[in-house]
């Protein structure tokens, strides 16, 4: 059952990066029904579209114009395969895979433009104040983090330590995980984070990618 929620998941992940890159360059998800190379346009026989293995044998190219392969959609089939492999049946467990999803998508527009569209933030304060309101009804804590995010907000443009959307999105994955697991999150996204900005020697880093990686290894431990 593992296995096939794995793999289930990296078929998703490839159709969801597909459909996301399309959209991105203005195509349509339906036609041409069939993969093509965004390069050159060649259709892609079958046995290239094999999640994780086929980017691994083709080394990251196209076979027929040797054009590199976008290194996210390996990314986002292992993550993919791994949020459907944290996924149980239950209704918290698969919000929790919904948040997710939203999170790739924001962390590769913050890759891009190190911003995310404001719909993508929307949605997720969304996702997090529904589950919060079935699952943890505390009102006290839950009126105190709505009053941190309107100061936040008012305060925008003097956290410069920080990019406002990061904010917005810790705020959401507090009250979705609780404390102790948001705690690790936050440990975790900070040290790997601080760490490749030091090994890549950027001046400004896009953080969502290392807070949505934490919180995928994160799922597998509440
Ligand atoms: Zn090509």
């Not at 996210?72 to 948040?99: D, I, K, R």
């Not at 975790?188 to 934490?214: D, E, Y």
């Amino acid at each position: 059952m593992i296995l096939i929620q794995f793999i289930i998941g990296t078929v998703l992940g490839s159709f969801l990066f597909a459909s996301y890159s399309r959209l991105r360059t203005g195509g349509s998800i339906l036609s041409p029904a069939r993969s093509y190379c965004d390069s050159c346009s060649a259709t892609i026989a079958w046995f290239d579209l094999v999640p994780i293995f086929s980017y691994l044998i083709l080394r990251g190219r196209c076979r027929n114009c040797n054009q590199t392969i976008p290194l996210a959609s390996l990314f986002c089939e292992l993550f993919f395969g791994g949020l459907l492999l944290s996924w149980q049946p239950t209704l918290l467990s698969t919000g929790y895979v919904l948040v997710g999803c939203l999170l790739f998508f924001m962390a590769i527009n913050d890759v891009h433009h190190l911003a995310f569209p404001t719909i993508y933030g929307h949605g997720l304060m969304l996702l997090a104040v529904t589950l919060y309101g079935f699952f943890s009804p505390h009102h006290s804590f839950f009126i105190f983090m709505m009053f941190i995010w309107l100061m936040t907000q008012f305060f925008e443009p003097k956290f410069k330590w920080i990019g406002a959307g990061d904010l917005d999105v810790f705020l959401c994955l507090l009250i979705l995980l609780g404390f102790v697991p948001f705690a690790w999150l936050l440990l975790l996204s900070s040290l790997s984070g601080l760490v490749t900005s030091q090994f890549l020697k950027l001046r400004r880093l896009p953080f969502l990618p290392f807070i949505t990686a934490s919180y995928l290894i994160i799922l597998f431990f509440i």
